[in-house]
Nanobody
């Protein structure tokens, strides 16, 4: 079984910064893609940023230049550094991992962490 533990959400003023972390644990032994998605009330879940096993990254247009995704393969952890936060960044942020156990390759999701940008 695989677990994803997220941390780092909270309330921040516009222009502020937050850093999200997500650590994968359990029986996973190979992690391919790691990503962050978000979902605001009344909206569909959307991809925010993605990092592949070789370190290639891609971002939603709305966060380019403000957010940075990174991963620590030794710790099976993915990070999202969020700077210059805006009220429209308010959402529940979900960690996503595509990885393999001894028996199969699957998608895994974290439970979500709330990010609120407000003065």
């Amino acid at each position: 079984q695989v677990q994803l533990a997220e941390s780092g959400g909270g309330l921040v003023q516009p222009g502020g910064s937050l850093r999200l972390s997500c650590a994968a644990s359990g029986s996973i032994f190979s992690i391919y893609v790691m990503a962050w998605h978000r979902q605001a009330p009344g909206n569909r879940r959307e991809l925010v940023a993605i990092v592949t096993a070789d370190g290639s990254t891609n971002y939603a247009e709305s966060v380019k230049g403000r957010f940075t995704i990174s991963r620590d393969n030794a710790k099976n952890t993915v990070y999202l550094q969020m700077n210059s936060l805006k009220p429209e960044d308010t959402a529940v942020y979900y960690c996503y991992v595509n990885g393999a156990t001894s028996s199969r390759r699957s998608d895994y999701w974290g439970q979500g962490t709330q990010v609120t940008v407000s003065s």
